[in-house]
């Protein structure tokens, strides 16, 4: 969305509130990776979702300038099919296939987005280190649905699951609690070990 008919004061305005928004998020990025380190993640790791991190927050930011929304809400679904092309990119040693399964759109605050972002990133890493055999055909699927005024997001994979791993106290459990509280989410329960979901208000 262009806006060609903006007087200086708006339009630095605009450019100050660009600005504030994009410092925001690499100040998160980075006390994230501080969490990480603080855990101790592998910096192998740490580059990689860093990497993701940085390439999303920049379709985030890509797409609030193309909305024509006022309030520059994004579209679930069009975000979620840069990100997973941002995953095949990085991710793409590890034989993993990512499929998208959102299949109603609709749009979300991009600071929302962001930190659903970081959560999903949590869980292909937990999926790599404790559910996924070397060798083996990987496949992880997401998604997201609006139902009134709550999300769901359902993460899954086809190898052992991760449900055990973050249910057990360990150094990953409590990063992955940050990261739900970060959306103000609940852990929904469910049978499956393969299967995640997470609610959250909208």
Do not use: W
């Not at 300038?65 to 840069?82: C, K, L």
């Not at 070397?134 to 993460?155: M, R, V």
């Not at 959306?183 to 049978?191: T, V």
């Amino acid at each position: 969305m262009e806006n060609t008919n903006l007087n200086p004061d708006e339009k630095r305005s605009l450019l100050k509130e660009y600005n504030h928004r994009i410092n925001n998020d690499l100040q998160a990025l980075l006390a994230f990776i501080k969490l990480q380190r603080r855990f101790g993640i592998d910096n192998d790791e740490i580059i990689n979702s860093s990497c993701v991190s940085i390439a999303s927050i920049s379709a985030i930011q890509n797409m609030m300038y193309d909305t024509d929304d006022d309030e520059n809400y994004i579209s679930t679904r069009g975000f979620f099919e840069d990100f997973i092309k941002i995953l095949n990119e990085y991710y793409s040693k590890f034989n993993i296939k990512f499929s998208n399964e959102i299949k109603t759109d609709f749009n979300i605050h991009p600071k929302k987005m962001f930190h659903l972002m970081f959560l999903i990133n949590e869980m292909i890493n937990l999926s790599i280190n404790f559910s996924f055999e070397d060798g083996a055909q990987n496949q992880i699927s997401f998604n997201l649905e609006k139902i009134g005024e709550k999300c769901l997001l359902t993460y899954s994979d086809n190898g052992s699951g991760i449900k055990e791993t973050i249910s057990e106290s360990s150094r990953r459990t409590v990063l992955f609690e940050q990261l739900i509280k970060q959306i103000d989410g609940s852990l929904e329960s469910s049978d499956s070990n393969s299967i995640i979901s997470i609610e959250f208000s909208y």
